[in-house]
């Protein structure tokens, strides 16, 4: 086990026994519940106007692949109401708002307001306006009816999230019977070659090209510590179905560096 | 749905729709060719590459994805056959052969198929946006000359290719004139070893009456 395993399984072991205490983790950090969220809004609202220069330097443009691959998967069909959580900068809302057509409807939520511009900018720039609408809020707490939704997805925003059981729960609650939710998410590499070479990335890499475009080294330390912080493939798979979720299944992409999980409401 | 798709899939349709709409907006005739099909969908699916290209118009843009579960038609062939059918214009004929199926409203798939034969782009307008004027058309110049005289080449090869069906094939040696011909050299083999044979014997029998 590597030391960053280690530490890893430590703090997970300090925040389920601090769950009492209402601690959780921000990165390899142990912090209060109510600071998360203000930490986690802090790293976004200093990212956000570089973020997609950034995603696209620091996949190598694969995320846009991962994407794809999502909306391929979600099975998405004209007319569908779809709601895009933690939808930053509108990727996927953007191709969604294109295959759900006039009659359908995505809706691009954020618990940041600075991606939520950045985004809202994004789209409307690209002509993207017909069907999208904008709402800033937080994922444990969706302010949707019950069964409103045909499509949920969450890319790379679930491990932000303070509790992603309480999200998972809300989510089941705004997705229609027959509705599913995507989560696409940094996860466990497969092989233990490709995870060495790419924590030696995450680690070293990542931040200086961090501090070099973005200006903010310690954000994409961030990055890097709650990509490990992240629940792997299996364990996310139960959480899905403790929140209720069935037919659970996840692909891997790129040998694991990034999973995506499905589950329906029925 | 399962995730009947991979990473290479993706990657495909990804370029695919990148070339597709960057030609549509080079396009002389812009976009208001695909209005009619707005929200349409034509999948297809090639022998070749083993999995779903669908194509749905929205906004003035073609999206294209792996989709297959929707479409408003549906064409299973290959690149072969999708090539004889541009050439010979023979639909039936392949539908009768099996090499094509269509299932849907076939109007979708004859737009689909007109708007990429109306393309019409100004490559010698979008060069000189990144060359300048005079070499656009030096370039432009040389490419002509050039298509002239590979023209000209493809004409007379073909014209001598015919020629040489028409005439020269028939002064060709036919397989039974080279098997009669090899029959004679065989027969002519066996008498000269026989006279061979002969002489040696008469050599012999002179220089032992010699003796």
Known sequence: ?266 | MEYNTTLHQQLICSILEKIINKALALSLNGTQSLNPLEQKILVVNLAEIGFPLSFMVNNGLIMVTSLSDISDCTIHTSIKTLVALKKQQQLTELIKQNKLDIVGDIKIAQQFAQIAETLNIDWQSELAKYIGDIPTYKFGHLGKKLAQKLNFAFTQIQADSTEWLVHEKRLVVTKSQVAAFNLQVSELEVLTETLSERIHALKSTISNRLK
């Open chain 1, 1 to 266: 086990m590597s030391l960053q395993d280690q530490d890893r399984k430590d703090s997970i072991n300090n925040t389920t026994n601090n769950n009492a205490d209402n601690n959780t983790h921000f990165g390899y950090q142990t912090v209060d519940k109510s600071e998360k969220e203000s930490k986690v809004a802090g790293v976004f609202h200093s990212v956000a106007a570089q973020y997609d220069v950034m995603n696209d330097l620091m996949s190598f443009g694969i995320h846009r692949l991962w994407k794809r691959f999502t909306i391929d998967a979600s099975g998405v069909r004209p007319g569908n109401k779809v709601l895009d959580l933690a939808g930053g900068t509108g990727d996927l809302t953007a191709k969604f708002s294109q295959l759900v057509g006039k009659n359908g409807q995505v809706i691009l939520a954020d618990i940041n307001s600075s991606m939520l511009n950045v985004g809202r900018d994004k789209l409307r720039d690209r002509g993207l306006v017909q069907n999208i609408e904008y709402v800033q809020a937080n994922a444990q707490h969706l302010p949707f009816e019950d069964n409103t939704f045909d499509v949920i997805t969450i890319a790379f925003g679930l491990r932000n999230v303070t509790d992603k059981d309480e999200a998972l729960r809300s989510m089941y609650r705004v997705l229609k019977p027959g509705g599913r939710l995507l989560v696409l998410e940094f996860s466990k590499p497969e092989q233990e070659l490709i995870s060495k070479a790419y924590d030696f990335y995450s680690f070293n890499i990542l931040p200086k090209m961090g501090e070099l475009v973005a200006k903010d080294g310690d954000s994409y330390q961030y990055l890097a510590e709650s990509i490990r912080m992240h629940p792997d493939q299996e364990t996310l798979k139960e959480m899905m179905e403790a929140a209720g979720f069935e037919q659970t299944t996840y692909k891997n992409l790129t040998g694991g560096v990034v999973a995506l999980h499905k589950g329906y409401k029925f």
